[in-house]
Nanobody, 115 residues
């Protein structure tokens, strides 16, 4: 059974940083592109960063230059380093394969940017 567990969220002031982690169990990790998604209440979930199995990265324009996605295939873990956080980055953050598989959504981790 595949399980994705996100962690690392929290409350941070504008301009601050957080590092999110997503630990994957099961056999999905090494062969798939992985992504970080975010969703605000009442809005659609959006893909903000993705990384291929070979390490190629793509970012949404809204986070380009501020967020960095990385993966450790030996640990079955994908990370999202978030710098220069702004209030508009406040969302629940989730990881999943790209494109996402419905059954893989985890609980997510909440990021709140506020002074």
């Amino acid at each position: 059974q595949v399980q994705l567990v996100e962690s690392g969220g929290g409350l941070v002031q504008p301009g601050g940083s957080l590092r999110l982690s997503c630990a994957a169990s099961g056999s999905i990790f090494s062969m798939n592109a992985m992504g970080w998604y975010r969703q605000a209440p009442g809005k659609q979930r959006e893909l903000v960063a993705r990384i291929t199995s070979g390490g190629r990265t793509i970012y949404a324009d809204s986070v380009k230059g501020r967020f960095t996605i990385s993966r450790d295939n030996a640990k079955n873990t994908v990370y999202l380093q978030m710098n220069s956080l702004q209030p508009e980055d406040t969302d629940a953050y989730y990881c999943n394969i790209v494109p996402p598989w419905t059954n893989y959504w985890g609980q997510g981790t909440q990021v709140t940017v506020s002074s």
